[in-house]
């Protein structure tokens, strides 16, 4: 609770601030929710916003660590995605780093499914669902669906070169205007630390075996951990 209430007095401080500021073309997360209005034109409340941060940065400590475990495990079974991720480095181009860590998420999203209650009814498949229905999207069936990818079961980043797939075929952070908050925080996060380790360090799996996924509480993981033996590069 102490620990609560002074990141509680941290946040509250930085609002007040922000507030006396001008956010005039400010793209940060904490000025969109200062800027953000309800369907009524109603700004959020210090506590809404509070609960927002908070949910960013502590629900998405785990299933960002977590999506990097998996970038690691499957990049580094391929080493001509190796190849190509520290070339790109060497030119500043930082496309094919993104492009292999979308192509993780699709094939082990940490999340395997996202739920939404309608509050309409809404036709799926031919088939009429009430309001106070939860439907369930199924993630990780979705990212291997033959019909949406080609090879699905293939570790392919090129296939997020060659153009984006369509909206709803790669929902690893869910979809629509209930979309995870943090999700561009996330791959900026990601980006990063690949980057630094592949700048810093040559790194190889541990193990031969490709890793088990074990579930979590809610997330999907890698059963060992996606271990490596990393050296300093010279």
């Known amino acids: 609770m102490r620990c609560t209430a002074a990141v509680d ?9 922000r507030r006396e500021e001008s956010r005039t073309d400010q793209d940060d997360v904490l000025s969109l929710l200062l800027d953000a209005h309800d369907e009524s034109g109603e700004p959020m409340t210090d506590k809404e916003i509070r609960d927002q941060l908070l949910t960013m940065l502590v629900a998405g400590h785990e299933t960002t660590a977590t999506a990097l475990a998996w970038a690691f495990e499957r990049m580094l079974r391929y080493p001509r995605v190796v ?24 094939l082990r999203p940490v999340v395997p499914i ?26 990780f069936l979705l990212h291997r669906n033959p019909e949406v990818y080609e090879k699905p079961d293939e570790f392919r980043p090129e296939r997020f070169l060659d153009g984006q797939p369509a909206t709803y075929a790669w929902i690893p952070f869910g979809g629509g ?10 791959l900026l996060e990601m980006r990063i630390v690949i980057e630094a380790v592949l700048r810093n360090l040559d790194v190889r799996p541990a193990e031969r075996r490709d890793e088990r996924i074990v579930r979590r509480a809610f997330t999907l993981s890698p059963k060992r951990g996606a271990r490596v033996v990393a050296n300093r590069r010279v």
Do not use: H, N, Q
């Not at 209650?117 to 009430?130: D, M, T």
């Not at 205007?177 to 996330?186: D, K, P, Y």
């Open 83 to 106: 190849e190509r991720l520290r070339a790109g480095l060497e030119e500043g181009d930082s496309r094919y780093v993104d492009a292999a860590i979308k192509e993780s998420l699709r």
């Open 114 to 139: 996202t739920a939404r209650k309608l509050s309409a009814p809404l036709v799926v498949g031919g088939r009429r669902y009430a309001p106070g229905t939860v439907l369930m999207p199924c993630i």
């Open 9 to 17: 007095r941290a946040l509250y401080e930085e609002m007040a601030r």
């Open 177 to 186: 205007v209930r979309r995870c908050l943090g999700a561009s925080f996330a």
